[in-house]
């Protein structure tokens, strides 16, 4: 049976649902969301005391809801916020998700969780506006009931005349984060007969174009001739064609497609590549993955490339400082008398070879085609973001991914943006004495080990491909897909890593 995707229109598309304002007076809105302390005094507007809200069950801890029964016509929400004013941004990320939630069938609310806890208030204000705008999106493209998707499309935070500029500076931030995740986790959640690799190349030129972005896409043909063995190689059993995409950011530079207004002389400011994993649709092609419900998920194994590209999408908005390069490595891997086999041999871009004993261990190859191509442009670091193995998902479970490297320092940028912005990372070794179990009889290198240590053994193979430049390996197979909803994750696809790579390109720093 063939699977051949239908061509679908690619009009601009907005990702997020809500839209968030700032105001210093609290506007008429159909939801107010009243921060409660778990031990100061109730705030009068709510018109409860402290006993009924005990008796109710709400008792102030972060991201309790409690819907306060009102005589006018606006629904009183009481949002837990933790003892006195120790909040963090992140404690207020959750509280503001929270409050969306408990609103979602309502149009619009306001609330002045900016103003209180600890902290910068821009950063505050960029949390809470995260918080607001990830837990009320959903992927409702496809559904017939209407009453699926949040009903809520606007929120405004009140905060007093001093703290106006700030919060409005964070909230604006946090709005283009929070619209970027949001396309992250769109383009993983969609069908796989939406959006092929090509569909999702054609996206990205079309968001390209919207932020200031110059864009490459790279076609079957042009990837052959570049000896990109890797990317070909998993693309073989599928009737839908690879791409490769490559785009380009640097600050103070307008660009177009194809062609850039600076030229020539190589750039002074530091340089960071991203790779992104966009397998389409994964399968595990001869060596079929088993039908169980995580199967289903396999249509968000470009998670990496969706984050990545969702990354790029907020660099000239945010005014970064620093070049970035994204090449975005996008195929199927699907099963058919042409596909890949166990024993075949490919020939990566940096004319290593690569002995195929698993054809489920397909991110991997692709990966090593981009990571050569990065590595040609000798850029001062290198990341890499996956769903690479289930190792590491078996290992570190849902709530974090993995990261390995071979330059501490660079690792230790990946760890601080991600303690910045909530994306939790635990770093594994990369134990060096384990790239034996890669040793192929006939090639340069199998594209497996054995059963043991994969999360490390796969991150031991992409090394192969980095010419020693720094390079970190971000495996989010774990936290790319929520069963439930929690804190600022929706159900479905995350949008993980997306908020961590826009600090990291933003904070990178040339060691």
Same mark, same amino acid.
């Given at each position: ?92 990320? +959750?509280? *503001?998700?929270? !409050?969306?939630? %408990? ?6 609310? &306001?609330?002045?969780?900016? /103003?209180? @806890? ?28 209407? +009453?699926? *998707?949040?009903? !809520?499309?606007? %929120? ?6 001093? &703290?106006?500029?700030?919060? /409005?500076? @964070? ?36 968001? %390209? ?51 850039? %207004? ?250």
């Amino acid at each position: 049976m063939v699977r051949c995707a239908t061509e679908l229109a690619l009009p601009t598309m907005k990702h997020a649902q809500l839209v968030v304002t700032v105001a210093r007076e609290t506007p008429s809105t159909e939801v107010l969301g009243i921060p409660v302390t778990s031990d100061k005094a109730v705030p009068a507007e709510l018109g409860v005391s402290r006993a009924q809200l005990t008796a109710a069950g709400f008792d102030g801890k972060i991201g309790q809801t409690l819907v306060v029964p009102a005589s006018g016509k606006t629904v009183m929400i009481a949002v837990g916020v933790g003892a006195g004013n120790s909040a963090t941004a992140h404690d207020l990320r +959750n509280a *503001a998700a929270a !409050l969306a939630r %408990a609103a979602s069938k309502h149009g619009s609310l &306001s609330t002045t969780l900016a /103003a209180v @806890g600890k902290g910068d208030r821009a950063e505050v204000a960029q949390a809470v506006t995260e918080g607001l705008m990830l837990a009320s999106h959903r992927y409702a493209a496809l559904k017939s009931d209407e +009453n699926f *998707a949040s009903k !809520l499309k606007s %929120a405004v935070l009140v905060v007093d005349a001093k &703290s106006l500029g700030a919060v /409005a500076n @964070g909230s604006r931030r946090g709005s283009v984060i929070g619209e970027a995740v949001c396309m992250a986790r769109d383009f993983a959640n969609m069908p796989p007969a939406h959006l092929t690799a090509k569909m999702f190349a054609d996206h990205a030129q079309r968001i %390209a174009s919207e932020t200031g972005l110059r864009v490459e896409v790279y076609d079957k043909d042009r990837l052959l001739a570049m000896g990109c063995g890797g990317i070909i190689g998993v693309n073989r059993g599928s009737v839908n064609p690879p791409r490769m995409v490559k785009l380009s950011y640097r600050p103070g530079k307008s660009v177009v497609k194809g062609k850039s %207004a600076s030229k020539g002389k190589k750039s002074s400011l530091p340089h960071l590549i991203m790779v992104g994993k966009g397998v389409m649709y994964d399968s595990g092609g001869i060596s079929l993955k088993p039908s169980n419900p995580s199967h289903a998920q396999m249509k968000a194994d470009m998670s990496g490339a969706a984050a990545v590209l969702a990354t790029m999408s907020t660099l000239k908005a945010l005014g970064c400082k620093n070049q970035v390069t994204a090449y975005l490595m996008c195929t199927d891997n699907l099963p058919s008398g042409s596909a890949m086999a166990m024993g075949d041999v490919l020939t990566i871009r940096n004319k290593k070879t690569v002995e195929i004993h698993n054809t489920d261990a397909e991110g991997r190859l692709i990966l090593a085609d981009g990571l050569s191509l990065a590595a040609e442009q000798k850029p001062d670091a290198i990341v890499d973001i996956a769903t690479l193995t289930g190792a590491c998902a078996a290992a570190l479970g849902p709530k974090m991914s993995g990261v390995m490297g071979n330059n501490e320092k660079f690792i230790e940028q990946v760890l601080e943006a991600s303690k910045v912005v909530d994306e939790d990372v635990w770093q594994l070794p990369l134990e060096r004495s384990y790239r034996r179990m890669l040793d192929s009889y006939i090639a340069d290198m199998k594209n497996v080990g054995g059963g043991e240590a994969g999360a490390i053994t796969a991150a031991l193979f992409l090394d192969e491909f980095t010419d020693g430049l720094p390079w970190a390996h971000l495996d989010i197979a774990g936290p790319m897909w929520a069963e439930a909803d929690a804190g600022w994750l929706q159900r479905g696809a995350t949008g993980y890593g997306t908020r961590l790579l826009v600090n990291l390109a933003e904070n990178f720093r040339r060691r």
